[in-house]
C-alpha cells in the first residue's frame, strides 16, 4: 500500500514506546501501514521526539468499522507491551465537492 493509492481513509496512532506496527496491517479493512520513530538532532528534529511513534494506518475499509476492529488487537498491543496511546483514531478521507458526505 502506497499513500497516493485511493482508500478511504486513515487510522492514526500516536504512541509511547517503539513497538512495531506492523501485525496490525493483517486486520481487514486495513491495507497497509507507514510509521515514524521519533528522534532527537538538528533540524528538523530540533526537539527530543525519542520514545514517541506515529503510525499511519491505510485503510480502504469503512474508517468506523475498521476502527472497531482494530480495538482488540490496540487493546493487547498496549497491555502486553511498554507501547502505550496517547492517540488512536480514524479518519475519513476528504472527496471534492462532496461536503457533506459524513455529516449528519
Not at 478511504?8 to 501485525?23: C, D, H, N
Request: glycine share 10%; with cysteine; charged share 20%.
Amino acid at each position: 500500500m502506497v499513500p497516493w493509492r485511493p482508500g478511504s481513509g486513515v487510522y492514526l496512532l500516536i504512541e509511547q514506546g517503539g513497538v512495531t506496527p506492523a501485525p496490525l496491517v493483517d486486520t481487514p479493512g486495513v491495507a497497509g501501514a507507514w510509521w515514524l520513530d521519533g528522534c532527537q538532532g538538528p533540524a528538523p528534529c530540533d526537539t527530543d521526539h525519542r520514545g514517541l511513534q506515529l503510525t499511519f494506518l491505510l485503510l480502504d475499509g469503512d474508517p468506523m468499522e475498521v476502527a472497531e476492529r482494530l480495538r482488540y488487537p490496540l487493546e493487547r498491543r498496549w497491555a502486553n507491551s511498554d507501547e502505550s496511546a496517547l492517540l488512536a483514531a480514524p479518519f475519513q478521507t476528504v472527496v471534492p465537492r462532496e461536503w457533506d458526505r459524513h455529516l449528519p
